[in-house]
């Protein structure tokens, strides 16, 4: 299982793009790179998932270089609501019920 | 996707009792997973529910303290057992599909 390193926390404003680029370094063949999204009080909801170049999605935008040992989220004008804290995992994505291993995330805050 | 629900959404527990948390999920799934998120903290998974045979817990959970029922293939509950205030946390039901993972609402237990 594949190791992630995101930072701690960002803060942004309305209206902007915010990127969270997430470091895998350990990243195997088969692993995908998916993002969650977790507001207070709530479970995770899936993001966006990819496995290498760009995916892209009515929420967010994922790239990935060839290497994929890092991966970009990226959220187009964040508006207050996307005040959350934003997990990056790697894992196999045939079969699942696989054990995931969850950091701690990135605790975005967007201000007014 | 999966629609899950959980029960119930938040309790307060004296020292050395129990409580048991259901999760209900709307498609039949071979596993169902359970967490728990510490104030702060990431998620940690606690065990992995396969209808039919017993929970598999992960290192630091054991059966006595955290029993798990998989009565069929949409149910499933937690008991936390003789409860301190260490317990105190949301604890998270999941399951998985299509190479992602989806999550109950959460149960916030506060032990005092």
């Known amino acids: 299982l594949a190791k992630t390193t995101q930072p701690i926390s960002m803060d942004s404003y309305e209206g902007q793009e915010v990127n969270i680029t997430c470091s895998h370094n350990n990243i195997a063949t088969n692993d995908y790179i998916t993002w969650y999204q977790q507001f207070p009080s709530q479970g995770p909801r899936f993001i966006i998932q990819g496995y290498k170049t760009k995916v892209t999605n009515e929420v967010a935008s994922l790239f990935i270089p060839a290497d994929r040992k890092s991966s970009t989220l990226s959220l187009p004008r964040v508006s207050l609501s996307d005040t959350a804290v934003y997990y990056c995992?790697?894992?196999?994505?045939?079969?699942?019920?696989?054990?995931?291993?969850w950091g701690l995330g990135t605790s975005l805050a967007v201000n007014p | 996707s999966a629609v899950i629900s959980q029960k119930p959404s938040r309790d307060i527990c004296q020292r050395g009792t129990s409580l048991t948390i259901q999760c209900q999920v709307d498609s039949q799934v071979t596993m169902m997973f359970w967490y728990r998120q510490q104030p702060g903290q990431s998620l940690t998974l606690i065990a992995t529910?396969?209808?039919?045979?017993?929970?598999?817990?992960e290192s630091g959970f054991v059966i006595d303290k955290f029993p798990i029922s998989r009565p069929n293939l949409t149910f499933s509950t937690l008991t936390v057992s003789n409860m301190s205030p260490e317990d105190s946390s949301i604890y998270l039901c999941s399951v998985q599909g299509q190479g992602r993972e989806y999550f109950g609402p959460g149960t916030r237990l506060t032990v005092l």
């Open positions: 529910a396969n209808q039919g045979s017993e929970a598999t817990y």
């Open positions: 995992l790697v894992g196999g994505h045939a079969g699942n019920n696989r054990k995931l291993i």
